[in-house]
Nanobody
Framework: QVRLVESGGGLVQPGGSLRLSCVASGFAFSMYAMSWYRQAPGKERELVAT????????NYADSVKGRFTISRANAKNTVYLQMNSLKPDDTAVYYC????????WGQGTQVTVST
């Protein structure tokens, strides 16, 4: 059974940091590019960051460049999203995504940036 389980979300003040984790099981994790998406209330889901299978290349949405870092540990079947200098506009449900021949999604974790 394929599973992507996100964790690490929560409430943080503007300027703060959070680290999201996504643990995968049920498929060959190291053979999949991994991404983080987010969806804010009333908005479409958007791509935040992507990392290639071996972790050699990453790409980021312009809105998070220089603040967010995606990384992966293939030995742990885990992908991370380090989020620094958080802004209220970063408030959203964050989803883990795996893509190769198939596409898998996690259930999401809520991130709220507010005073």
């Amino acid at each position: 059974q394929v599973r992507l389980v996100e964790s690490g979300g929560g409430l943080v003040q503007p300027g703060g940091s959070l680290r999201l984790s996504c643990v995968a099981s049920g498929f060959a994790f190291s053979m999949y590019a991994m991404s983080w998406y987010r969806q804010a209330p009333g908005k479409e889901r958007e791509l935040v960051a992507t990392i290639t299978m071996a972790g050699g290349r990453t790409n980021y949405a312009d809105s998070v460049k220089g603040r967010f870092t995606i990384s992966r540990a293939n030995a742990k079947n885990t992908v991370y999203l380090q989020m620094n200098s958080l802004k209220p506009d970063d408030t959203a449900v964050y989803y883990c995504n795996a893509q190769s021949g198939s596409i898998y999604w996690g259930q999401g974790t809520q991130v709220t940036v507010s005073t």
